[in-house]
């Protein structure tokens, strides 16, 4: 292949489209390889109880609108049908399942990309494996202590499990947010965030949206690990929100600081007797394939010049930093693929519709 696009989520099937615009020849100039069973990408694994009405925008793919569809649809059916009427639509070469285990430079200054299903090489990779595989549970004393349940939001498929106990819900996003007031509706609840929420009451908007991504790019250009985009959005108030704030479950604790065999506690004497936590702390890039390329620098992050690695013009990584968000991917999608092709076919023009 001239190009590998590994995962076929938002940011992978953008980078598809664009790059066959650019003239790149579907199943014999690029291939992209997804380690997932069917199309979807990490929509498919939300759990049931989001709906289109509670999720973040899902923003159209290039060339394919996304079909209206009513709120209380659960996002788990609905993006994932979408993705894959659009694979069939355009004819994208996604294989599936293929799990990419490592990608190395060869002698001939190709990478090989190896699967548990044989390797390819290919001129350039763009990587587009997102965060999902890699939910981030932070370190406290006690942890292996704890009787209860210890989950993530990649764990949780409903409310109805916790009917009757006490949980402490931890983090500070979106997702804890949302899971918190679901689980309050049938649970004794406890929130705990690292700090205070910044609750937005206005709309999110498109300057708030570029200052977030302006952040997350000043980040990624210096070599640091993106940072999350609540930190400077803040969350925002719906009525559902409103609804669980007027009940009380949305007034925070500060995070403890151990867990005990039967909850969690404060070095102040305080505690909280817990059935389970729920770490809802955030995700981190899913890049452990890469490792072989050496990308990180001395401080661990990856520098990065616009989708491509800095030095590395070769390897994108898009739905990473400032594209890790659903319109953020579809124009990263579009700036690796021009740039490989001026990089791969720097006399051919760009074509007139891309």
Do not use: C, K
Not at 203 to 227: K, N, T
């Amino acid at each position: 292949m001239e190009v590998v696009v590994i995962g076929a989520g938002q940011a992978g099937l953008s980078a598809a489209y664009h790059l066959a615009r650019q003239g790149f020849a579907p199943g014999t100039g690029f291939v992209v390889l997804d380690g997932e069973t069917r199309a979807g990408g990490a929509w498919q694994h939300r759990w049931p109880s989001l709906t289109l009405a509670r999720t973040h925008h899902v923003h159209d793919l290039p060339g394919l609108p996304f079909p209206p569809a009513q709120d209380d649809v659960p996002a788990a059916a609905a993006v994932p049908a979408y993705f894959a009427d659009y694979e069939r639509h355009f004819a994208l070469p996604v294989h599936r399942p293929v799990r990419v285990r490592a990608v190395r430079r060869t002698r001939d200054g190709r990478f090989r990309v190896e699967t548990a299903d044989g390797d390819w090489t290919a001129a350039a990779v763009v990587n587009a494996t997102g965060t999902w595989t890699r939910p981030f549970v932070p370190r406290y004393p006690g942890q292996e202590l704890f009787r209860g349940r210890q989950l993530t939001p990649v764990d949780y498929r409903g409310a109805a499990e916790f009917t009757g106990r006490s949980v402490v819900v931890v983090g500070g996003g979106a997702s804890a947010v949302q899971l918190l007031g679901e689980i309050s509706e049938v649970a004794d609840t406890t929130w705990v965030t690292r700090r205070p929420p910044v609750w937005r009451e206005e709309p999110f908007g498109p300057d708030e949206g570029r200052a977030a991504v302006a952040l997350v790019e000043d980040a990624v250009r210096e070599g640091r690990s993106p940072g999350s985009v609540v930190g400077v959005t803040g969350l925002v108030v719906t009525p559902w929100v409103r609804e669980a704030r007027a009940r009380g479950v949305l007034d925070r604790l500060p995070v403890f600081d151990r867990l005990t065999p039967d909850g969690v506690a404060w070095d102040d004497g305080r505690s909280v007797r817990a059935d389970a936590v729920l770490w809802a702390t955030g995700f981190r890039a899913a890049l452990g394939h890469l490792r072989p390329l050496g990308l990180r620098g001395p401080g661990g992050g990856i520098r990065m010049a616009g989708t491509h690695v800095a030095g590395e013009p070769r390897v994108h990584l898009v739905g990473y930093g400032p594209s890790a968000s659903t319109v953020g991917a579809n124009r990263a999608g579009r700036e690796a693929a021009v740039a490989l092709r001026r990089l791969l076919h720097p006399d051919t023009a760009l074509p007139r519709s891309a």
